[in-house]
């Protein structure tokens, strides 16, 4: 199984900036897409940004212009920059990778790291 560990979340004032990181460890051959997600409490869990295996990006109506996925195929890794932070960001957040392995196919996340924005 292809196992993910968020961390990089914490306390900042609105108007911060925070990045987190996901690392995937456990060998996988190929991805179909590489996402963030967070859930607010009371709230759904909502996407917030996703990388595509052929390179395109997507973002949430509320984070464009201010959240940036990216990733470094070198350390497993993906990320989350975050800037400009408002209240309203605060929730937990969660790395999710779909894609292909030996074995099979997986989807696999992650246990979370909550982004607390104080106004």
């Known amino acids: 199984q292809v196992q993910l560990v968020e961390s990089g979340g914490g306390l900042v004032q609105a108007g911060g900036s925070l990045r987190l990181s996901c690392v995937a460890s456990g060998s996988f051959f190929s991805f179909d897409a590489m996402s963030w997600y967070r859930q607010a409490p009371g709230r759904q869990r909502e996407l917030v940004a996703r990388?595509?295996?052929?390179?395109?990006?997507w973002y949430g109506d509320s984070v464009k212009g201010r959240f940036t996925m990216s990733r470094d195929n070198a350390k497993n890794t993906v990320y989350l920059q975050m800037v400009n932070l408002k209240f309203e960001d605060t929730a937990v957040y969660y790395c999710?990778?779909?894609?292909?392995?030996?074995?099979?196919?997986?989807?696999?996340w992650g246990q979370g790291t909550q982004v607390t924005v104080t106004s």
């Open positions: 990388i595509h295996s052929g390179g395109s990006d």
């Open positions: 999710n990778i779909v894609g292909s392995r030996i074995g099979g196919r997986f989807n696999s």
